[in-house]
C-alpha cells in the first residue's frame, strides 16, 4: 500500500530508518571494539611472522608474542560472556542492516522530485547490507576456523578431543592474514559507522530542510 500524501513527508516516515541506523552504528561500535583488542595481541605475532625470522620454541625469548596471543584466545574463547557478546553483536549488526534494507524500500515511494537521484537512500542501504553479509561471512569461513583449536567445548563434544591445551606456536602458523583480515573488518566496521552517521545527518536535512548540521 503506498503513502498518502499527508504522509509522506512526515518524521514517522523516516522512524524506521533511524531505529536502523542505530542499531548498525551502535553493535558496529562494539564489534569494532572487540577487533581493536585482538588486533593488539595480533599485530606482534604477525610481526615476527613476517621478520623472516625462524620457528620460535618455548625456550627462546622470542615467543613472549605467541606466548600473550594464547594466553588471550585461550581465556576469551572460552568464556560464555564473550562468546554471546560477539554473536549477539554479530546477528544484531546483520539485523539492523536487514532492516534498514526493508526500510529504505520505502524512500522509493517518497516524493521523487525532492528523493530522487539525489538522495538515493534505498541503494546505500543495500550497499550497506552487502558489506556487512560479506564482512560476516569472511569472519565465519577464515577467522572462526582458526578458533577452533582454542574452543575447549568444541574440542571435546565435536572432535572428541578431551585433552587439555597446552601451548603450540604451531597454532599461530600464518597468523599474519589472520591479523590482515581483522584489520580489514575492522576497517569496514568504521567505514559502516561513518556511513551511517552521514546517512542520519541526510534523514534530519530531509525531514528539517533548514536544519544545518
Known amino acids: 500500500m503506498g503513502l498518502s500524501p499527508e504522509q509522506k513527508d512526515k518524521p514517522s516516515t523516516f522512524l524506521p ?9 551502535l553493535t ?11 588486533i593488539i595481541f595480533d599485530l606482534p605475532v604477525a610481526a615476527y611472522q613476517l621478520s623472516g625470522i625462524g620457528p620460535f620454541s618455548p625456550q627462546t625469548p622470542t615467543d613472549v608474542p605467541f606466548h600473550r596471543a594464547f594466553i588471550y584466545y585461550n581465556s576469551i574463547l572460552n568464556s560464555p560472556l564473550m562468546t554471546f557478546k560477539t554473536l549477539g553483536a554479530m546477528t544484531s549488526v546483520l ?29 546505500r542501504f543495500q550497499i550497506i547490507f552487502v558489506t556487512y553479509c560479506v564482512m560476516t561471512a569472511v569472519y ?24 587439555p591445551l597446552e601451548f603450540d606456536v604451531g597454532i599461530f602458523d600464518n597468523w599474519w592474514y589472520v ?6 573488518l575492522f576497517s569496514g566496521n568504521i567505514a559502516a559507522i561513518v556511513q551511517c552517521i552521514q546517512v542520519m545527518r541526510k534523514l534530519v536535512r530531509a525531514i528539517e530542510p533548514d536544519v544545518r548540521i
Not at 28 to 37: E, K, W
Not at 109 to 119: D, I, M, T, V, W
Not at 142 to 161: A, D, S
Request: proline residues 5%; aromatic residues 16%; glycine residues 6%.
Open 179 to 184: 591479523s590482515l583480515l581483522r584489520i580489514i
Open 95 to 123: 539485523y539492523g542492516s536487514w532492516l534498514a534494507w526493508d526500510a529504505g524500500a520505502a524512500v522509493n515511494e517518497l516524493n521523487p522530485a525532492r528523493y530522487g537521484k539525489k538522495f538515493p537512500l534505498a541503494l
Open 140 to 163: 565465519l569461513l577464515f577467522i572462526i576456523p582458526r578458533y577452533l583449536p582454542f574452543m575447549r567445548n568444541i574440542q571435546k563434544y565435536v572432535f572428541f578431543n578431551d585433552e
Open 17 to 25: 530508518l533511524f531505529h536502523s541506523l542505530l542499531i548498525m552504528a
Open 28 to 38: 558496529s561500535g562494539m564489534v569494532s571494539a572487540i577487533l581493536v583488542v585482538d
